[in-house]
């Protein structure tokens, strides 16, 4: 299999950012899997076209809940429909993945590499483990060049599945480093940076080449493209 697999963490994204990202991707005739942190009115009208999992965060700070319990509980009240789970920050301990499997989730995808192609693989909870190959955010924070280059191409279309992550944020703050978003995530509180407004994300959206130009040639680069929930149908 020499597939790319697009995966989209929303992270708590304003509208106007995931409705740009997936209209994106729909423009491309990509199926991607998305990861929900909480109800999204463009994730839900499109789910006949879309796979959609959970993005549950256990971290102490953590708006779903302060308790492994409490947290699986709100998520699994998401609406959602493949039975596969990410967790936010990739915080996930033996505690939380019991929970999570006697929850009903088949695949778990917890596992981030920097560019290094690993195979899914079972776990010891039953777990299909799927690891990602590139995160929009860990590429930034590795500073890497945003440029395409060869030696990537040639990866993306060569042999084995590749997992990416895009963020909502990132793609419509065109991220050109890892601290440009953050940066403006700390001059927010949670409600500003939830709801801000498209106009709002297009004058701090980076006006030069920067990650959304990076991940627009990587996934016009790929030969073909599949999802998360087609793993579960090859067996």
Request: charged content about 20%; glycine content about 6%.
């Amino acid at each position: 299999m020499n597939n790319l697999i697009v995966t989209v963490d929303l992270d708590w994204a304003c509208e106007p950012a995931i409705e740009e990202t997936l209209d994106f991707l729909r423009e491309l005739n990509i199926k991607p899997t998305v990861f929900i942190t909480h109800r999204s009115p463009r994730v839900e009208e499109g789910m006949h076209e879309i796979e959609v999992g959970l993005h549950p965060y256990f971290g102490i700070d953590s708006s779903h809940g302060s308790t492994i319990p409490e947290v699986v509980n709100y998520v699994m009240d998401l609406p959602h429909n493949l039975q596969a789970f990410r967790c936010h920050r990739f915080a996930v301990c033996n505690s939380s993945k019991q929970a999570m499997a006697e929850s009903g989730m088949l695949i778990s995808s917890n596992v981030c590499t920097d560019l290094e192609i690993v195979s899914p693989f079972k776990d010891r909870f039953g777990f299909l483990e799927v690891p990602i190959f590139l995160e929009d955010g860990g590429y930034l924070w590795c500073e890497h060049s945003l440029e395409m280059n060869q030696e990537l191409r040639n990866i993306v279309v060569g042999k084995g599945a590749k997992v990416i992550t895009i963020h909502p944020m990132h793609f419509a703050l065109n991220t050109p480093r890892f601290s440009y978003r953050y940066d403006i995530k700390r001059s927010m509180n949670r409600s500003e940076w939830k709801n801000m407004t498209k106009n709002t994300l297009n004058k701090l959206c980076w006006k030069d080449h920067g990650i959304r130009n990076f991940i627009t040639e990587l996934l016009q680069a790929a030969s073909q493209t599949s999802s998360l929930g087609s793993l579960i149908e090859a067996g």
